[in-house]
């Protein structure tokens, strides 16, 4: 099988605690022809004195040490001084599973395709990834899809991140990540795969995506949630622009939704601060057709219309609700897997 350079670049701010497990799921690939490019983007932490370390220790690694940039800064300049065929991104606190970039060149080869989407695992940790016994991974035979097809799937569904990607390296040629906001996969995914001819979906969990109070997208700052908004609006509007034959008027209603969503959902929980969202929400609300939405969708849009003094106390309800349900569920699968080792043991 013939082997292309895969570049991985890995931007890193202040992520001490969990750089060095990150970037041994890198260098410990079972896919070996890899050129791995660090960009420290300003830390202070120690964390520049980590990367240093890992590129002493292995050639492929190539450090770069930046004024801070911001997560797109960083990405940019790694796709500015990559020399392969291929790029992937990880973030610094996440993990690769051994076999991933080794199964997705594979599918690309195979497949002759722009872009290779594979499933991830979220993990809600603090401590070290671990991979979850109790969802195993398929190995099924990968999904084509032509860029009319792949793009009609993002919709609806949680695939806007750049990490769980492999592109191949003319994607980028006009495409850069936009600097200075936080959410920026969201457009720049939609962008890079118009620019694909066709991609492939991977139906392997091969990720380890963490979730942590101190991570970029776990935290409902006003600038963050002001760049969440803009980036989904950012969407409709490119859609609109550039590729409106893509789209039926189901499409552009299920974003409109997505929209509405995201913004019901900081309106709560930024509180005060998220009163500038108000004027947004009615004036996309107006152009939502509430039947063509989801029932979750559609009645908290309603309670926020009709009976806005009682909407954030039914929303943080039905947080709340979810939550239990999903520890319960965690609990109970974590409790089986104990019963389950105790009897081998036995």
């Known amino acids: 099988m013939y082997k292309p350079l895969v570049s991985v670049i890995v931007p890193v701010y202040n992520v001490k605690r969990f750089l060095s497990e990150s970037l041994n799921s890198v260098i410990n690939q079972t896919y070996k022809r890899l050129e791995i490019i660090v960009v420290d983007d300003g830390s202070t932490d120690g964390s520049e004195a980590i990367c240093d370390e890992f590129a002493a220790k292995d050639s492929r690694i190539r450090v770069i040490h930046q004024e801070n940039k911001g997560l797109s800064?960083?990405?940019?300049?790694?796709?500015?001084?990559?020399?392969?065929?291929?790029?992937?991104?990880?973030?610094?606190?996440?993990?690769?599973?051994?076999?991933?970039?080794?199964?997705m060149v594979c599918v690309m080869n195979e497949s002759d395709v722009d872009i290779v989407m594979c499933k991830y695992y979220r993990c809600r940790t603090r401590g070290r990834l671990k991979c979850p016994k109790s969802k195993g991974s398929t190995a099924n035979r990968p999904i084509i899809s032509s860029r009319k097809e792949a793009l009609r799937g993002l919709l609806g569904c949680d695939n806007w991140y750049a990490w769980n990607k492999l592109y191949r390296r003319e994607c980028f040629d006009k495409i850069d990540n936009q600097e200075g906001r936080v959410y920026e996969d969201v457009e720049t995914t939609y962008r890079l795969i118009n620019s694909a001819k066709s991609v492939a979906t991977l139906d392997e969990r091969l990720i380890l995506y963490r979730r942590w109070g101190g991570s970029i997208t776990s935290e409902y700052r006003?600038?963050?949630?002001?760049?969440?908004?803009?980036?989904?609006?950012?969407?409709?509007?490119?859609?609109?622009?550039?590729?409106?034959?893509?789209?039926?008027?189901?499409?552009?209603?299920?974003?409109?939704?997505i929209r509405i969503d995201t913004m019901l959902?900081?309106?709560?929980?930024?509180?005060?601060?998220?009163?500038?969202?108000r004027k947004t929400i009615l004036e996309v609300g107006k152009r939502l057709d509430l039947k063509k939405c989801g029932l979750r969708i559609r009645w908290l849009y309603i309670l926020f219309l009709r009976v806005p003094h009682l909407f954030k106390f039914g929303f943080l309800f039905f947080v709340?609700?979810?939550?239990?349900?999903?520890?319960?569920?965690?609990?109970?699968?974590?409790?089986f897997d104990r019963i389950r080792m105790f009897k081998v043991t036995q």
């Open 320 to 335: 709340w609700c979810k939550n239990r349900v999903k520890a319960l569920i965690e609990f109970s699968m974590t409790c």
């Open 222 to 257: 006003v600038n963050s949630a002001r760049d969440r908004v803009y980036a989904y609006a950012r969407v409709q509007e490119y859609v609109e622009k550039n590729i409106p034959d893509i789209f039926t008027d189901d499409h552009e209603q299920r974003i409109r939704g």
């Open 73 to 103: 800064g960083a990405r940019n300049t790694g796709l500015d001084v990559m020399t392969g065929e291929i790029v992937a991104f990880i973030d610094s606190d996440d993990a690769f599973l051994p076999t991933m970039i080794e199964k």
């Open 265 to 277: 959902s900081l309106y709560v929980r930024l509180g005060k601060e998220a009163r500038e969202f």
